[in-house]
């Protein structure tokens, strides 16, 4: 087995091409393969991926590095709306709603935020039968995200350990490098 690299790719992520013993070439991110080098077994791509603990894709050291169901890491790593408290303007009911529905509303001077449809048509209704002044427009609000990750992890076998050091690491892979 020869390893061709690590590469940078356009996005600032690391590659190597792994050339196998029967001439095969395959291109797998650089902290997969280290992972592959440290377990000394090839990933199951449908199953499993690495992680970088600290979220830094520069950071490929092994200490920062943990494997992880896919299904795990793609809820740990989507990025999530906040969602933001309101008060309703027709029956004073405390609700939550995501931003973008309220900046939307807001770009259009509607009134609002109501709570629930009915709600909103009270007091529509109440505004086409001249009861009611129109309500002030709604505010726009700016959207904050969060990630639902963790630090601990929670798929790694028993006898995996983080203790090699990398430049030890690299002394180990040095002969397949090209």
Same mark, same amino acid.
């Given at each position: 087995m020869k390893v061709h690299g690590p590469y940078k790719r356009r996005d600032g992520r690391q590659i190597v091409i792994v050339v196998e013993r029967n001439n095969k070439r395959r291109t797998v991110s650089y902290p997969k393969w280290l992972m592959e080098c440290q377990l000394g077994r090839k990933l199951d791509p449908d199953k499993e991926t690495v992680d970088h603990i600290d979220s830094n894709f520069n950071n490929n050291d092994l200490s920062n590095l943990r494997l992880v169901p896919r299904e795990e890491h793609s809820s740990n790593d989507t990025r999530r709306v906040k969602h933001v408290e309101f008060e309703c303007a027709w029956c004073d009911k405390k609700f939550e709603r995501s931003p973008r529905l309220v900046r939307d509303k807001a770009k259009k001077n509607k009134?609002?935020?109501?709570? &629930?449809?009915?709600?909103?048509? *009270? =007091?529509?209704?109440?505004?086409? !039968?001249?009861?009611?002044?129109?309500? $002030?427009?709604?505010?726009?609000?700016? &959207?904050?995200?969060?990630?639902? *990750? =963790?630090?601990?992890?929670?798929? !790694?076998?028993?006898?995996?350990?983080? $203790?090699?050091?990398?430049?030890?690491?690299?002394?180990?892979?040095?002969?397949?490098?090209?």
């Open positions: 009134a609002g935020p109501f709570c &629930s449809r009915p709600c909103a048509g *009270k =007091y529509s209704r109440m505004l086409q !039968l001249k009861m009611i002044d129109k309500f $002030d427009s709604q505010k726009a609000v700016d &959207s904050e995200y969060y990630k639902k *990750k =963790y630090v601990n992890a929670s798929y !790694l076998p028993d006898d995996f350990e983080v $203790d090699i050091e990398f430049t030890d690491l690299l002394a180990y892979v040095s002969d397949y490098i090209v």
